[in-house]
Every structure is written in C-alpha cells, then in structure tokens.
C-alpha cells in the first residue's frame, strides 16, 4: 500500500556557510526516508551575490557551483558536483527532491547603466512621486565568468521594470523603470497598490524574451538535476498569467507528476482562492493561514479556543492543494516574517499536521535539527522522531475529530486493514492535564494501546465497546497506538515500491 508522504525542508537561514550543506544532504538522506520523510525541498542551487548568500540574492541561475564567479566557485551550499551528487543520493534511497527557484529579482549586477524611472511612493506603488530622471541602476548581468556556456542570454535594464538604488547619487527608493510597454504587472498582488516589486533589480515578465528565457532555464535546471519539483518563490509578487505558464511547460516537459508548489504569503484565503484559480491549480500553496493559527495558539496558550485551530485555513477548505508547515526559513527568529511557534506547543502543532488526513505536511529543518546564529534554537529530533514514526506507520484510515473542548481536543484515525498495527489516537490540550474518551473501533476491544511520545508508561485498554479513555499531560500532545512490534513488516521490495 501506499504509504503517507512527508516532505522536509532542508535548510534552514544560518546553516553554515562553507560549501558543506550538500554533502550532508547525501550522507543523510536514507537516515531520512527510513523515518518516513519521502521528499526534500533543498535551498535555491544558483550562484548568489555572495559565497554567502543564501541564494535568494540569486546572481547567476546557470551557475550551480562551477564558474568562479562572485567570491566563490561552489555556492552557500556547495559545487555542483556536490548537489549532484547529493540529488542522486536522493533518488536512489527514493526520497524526491524539489529545488527552489527565486525567479522575482535579480542581484549582484556586473555593470551599471544609466536610464529613466520615475520614483513611487512605498506604500503605494501606483503614485508616482517625481518627474522622469536618469540613474544610475545595477542592471546589467554579462556573467563573465561563465562565458556564456549554457544560455546566451545577458541582462539588461529592458529586462527589469524596477530597482532600488540610484549609484550616480548613492539613494535608495523604489523606482520604476520606465520604456516602451513598461510598467508593473497588473497580475500581481495588490498590497501597497501594487507588490510586483520586492527587492533588487524586479523582472519583468511583460518582456517576451524575458519569458522565453525562464522558460528555458526551467527546462534546462530539470534536465541537469533530474529533479521532482520546484518550490516557487515569492509568487505573489510574479506576474500569475507567467507562473501558470511556467507551470504548464514544466508539467509538459516533465508530465504530471512533476511537482511545484509556492510560496503565497498571505493568511487571506479569498486571495488564495483567487490564485488558485488563476493558475487553474497546477501548483499548490502553503498554508500561511495555518502557521498563523498554530502561532497564534502558541502565544496563546489556554486563551486559544483550540477547537478552532482548522477554522479558515486553507487545509481546511483546500486540502488537496495544502502544504501544511510549522515554521520555515521566514518565520524563524530574527526573519523578515519572523512569526515562530513557541517551544512547548512545537509538539502538538506537528500532530496536527503530521497525523491527519488532510495536507501535505513539512518538517523544518530548523525545528530538526536546530537553528544556529545569533539566538540558537535546539533541534527538536527527539519529539519529532515519534510524531513520524506515527506518521509513517500508525495515521491511516478513517478519521473522526473530538474538537468539542477549547482546552482539549482529539481525533482517531482507524488504521487500516493491508497496514497491521495501523490507527492511532491524538490528544492535544492547552491546559492542565486532560482525557479524551474516543472511538477507535470494536474489533479493537482488549487491545493495549500505549503513548508513543513516552508522557505515560501506563497502556490504555481499549473497552468491549471500542471506545479508549486516552489521557495527555498538560500542555502538549500524546499520541497512543499499539506497540511498535504490533506492526507489520515490509519487505525491502515493498518499501521500495511504497
């Protein structure tokens, strides 16, 4: 049988700088499939502006690590025989592999050029705010140190439609580029008016041989890497008429199974929905909304209505196109969206989007194995390993949801017949200590169902009439099942086929 898939994010801000990080993406990634994780979404592999940037500065999308070229042969993360190497460590222990692209903005441009904006307000991208000057823009992009080999293609100021520095008179400001057929897409978010523009010289997709050639460099990066997806980047600030596109040929070049999913940031679900729409769902999103409910419950503690903790989600009223997270690379301490679930309640917002039906869950690295920097976070293996074995061998089947307690809630899911040893029962609480009396199933009856994240050593029997009283320690989450040797034992052909 098909088994629940997980997906990881492989990195977190500050992991470390030295060209290591593929290599430890090789050495560990049967670690990681034999714990049930079946998909990881690794940092952008392209040349940055520096040896260490983390790749959302992107420099050179044809450069993984080969060509000298900004400080550094190798990247952040390594040289490209490194992620290659790492990329068919992957496939071979089947744990797929989906890249980020950042594909909004480009930085680290190897010449000025001199040409006319007009500069608009911040916080409202539609007013203009002065006459049309010259500046001075870092917008040209000749990569002399790869010489040309893969793509032709050199950048210009006719490619952008944005910066925001002006080198002649050393001022920042968001400046519109100004051309024939220029301006920003009216296909974009409209926060400040108009959010086409974030950050660097912003790319403009109105240009059809800017088009032409994201396209081809997608077609190109799946070839070379062999890869299984894409995450896509800041899509809220890309014209959506050229995401679909996009899209489309790289569902076409590499056929339906081929997977991308964005990063929308926005907990408003009419704006999801609306995406969505656009892109007629050929990519899902993350479920902004639900890291916010989870860090909401967080802060919150026994003031949050826990039975609420799905409401206006987009798991909730989209499951099939949910990726569902806990923290990202974003929302960790000290990030542009810094937004971090606390510490005790890591645990049961994990449950809730590793145990359940619905979604497609991501592990943080950072959650993992720790964050490093100027305010270290432990990695947090030890509570999450349990929530995955849970994952991979328990959460199948039938679901039924107890959400009937703003303190305490629960759910049961009956486990199936090809899985022995499959089902499992979830409580969670904000509060003191709590119980859940639930129904797991009366074939079920005399079974001895035991904590697998080690808060009780007691067993719980389950009753002639299929129902279990399942107790939780206050403030956090037990998950009871049957022992581990109750479980059933693929062969090594089976697990391979899975």
Not at 64 to 81: H, N, P
Not at 278 to 283: E, M, N, P, R
Not at 357 to 385: M, R, S, W
Request: hydrophobic share 35%; proline share 4%; with cysteine.
């Amino acid at each position: 049988m098909k088994r629940n898939h997980t997906m990881m994010q492989f990195f977190e801000w500050n992991v470390e700088a030295d060209g290591s990080h593929w290599k430890k993406l090789a050495r560990l990634a049967p670690e990681l499939k034999a714990k049930g994780i079946d998909a990881i979404w690794i940092p952008p592999v392209t040349k940055g502006q520096s040896p260490e940037d983390t790749g959302y500065g992107v420099y050179d999308l044809y450069d993984l690590g080969e060509f000298d070229q900004k400080g550094a042969v190798r990247t952040k993360y390594g040289t490209r025989e490194d992620l290659l190497e790492a990329v068919a460590a992957c496939v071979r222990h089947g744990v797929a592999v989906y890249v980020d692209l950042v594909m909004n903005h480009k930085a680290g441009a190897d010449e000025t050029e001199v040409f006319k904006v007009v500069e608009v307000n911040p916080d409202n991208r539609n007013e203009v705010i002065s006459e049309p000057f010259d500046i001075e823009g870092w917008t040209k992009f000749t990569f002399p140190g790869r010489q040309g080999k893969y793509s032709t293609f050199q950048w210009n100021f006719e490619h952008f439609n944005g910066t925001d520095y002006d080198a002649s008179q050393d001022r920042t400001g968001i400046y519109r580029i100004l051309g024939k057929n220029k301006s920003w897409s009216e296909n974009v978010d409209d926060e400040f008016g108009n959010y086409d523009y974030l950050m660097f010289a912003n790319i403009d997709y109105n240009h059809q041989d800017v088009r032409k050639e994201m396209i081809r460099w997608g077609k190109w990066l799946v070839d070379t890497l062999q890869c299984n997806g894409f995450r896509l980047d800041a899509i809220k600030h890309i014209n959506h008429e050229f995401v679909r596109e996009f899209a489309t040929e790289m569902i076409k070049k590499r056929g339906q199974d081929f997977y991308m999913v964005g990063e929308f940031w926005k907990p408003d679900l009419e704006s999801c929905q609306k995406f969505l729409d656009t892109i007629d769902y050929k990519i899902d999103l993350f479920d902004v909304s639900l890291h916010y409910k989870l860090h909401s419950a967080s802060l919150g503690g026994k003031d949050f209505d826990l039975s609420t903790i799905f409401e206006d989600t987009l798991v909730h009223t989209h499951p099939l196109n949910s990726v569902t997270f806990v923290d990202n690379h974003d929302s960790q301490p000290h990030e542009a969206l810094e937004s971090w679930v606390e510490d005790w309640f890591k645990p049961s917002a994990y449950a809730l989007i590793l145990l359940r039906k619905d979604g497609y869950p991501c592990v943080f690295y950072g959650d993992y194995y720790g964050i490093q920097g100027q305010t270290p976070v432990k990695g947090k293996q030890a509570e999450l390993d349990p929530l995955l074995y849970a994952r991979y061998h328990k959460a199948y089947g039938e679901q039924k949801d107890y959400f009937d307690d703003p303190h305490t809630i629960g759910w049961v899911r009956q486990g199936v017949p090809e899985l022995e040893g499959s089902g499992c029962a979830v409580v969670i609480t904000n509060a003191n200590d709590g119980e859940k009396r639930m129904f797991v199933g009366k074939q079920r009856a005399g079974e001895e169902w035991i904590d697998l994240t080690g808060h009780h050593d007691h067993t719980v029997k389950i009753e002639q009439d299929g129902y279990g009283i399942f107790p939780v320690r206050a403030g956090s989450v037990s998950v009871w099942a049957l022992p581990a040797e109750e479980d059933s034992q693929e062969t090594e052909e089976e697990e391979a086929n899975a």
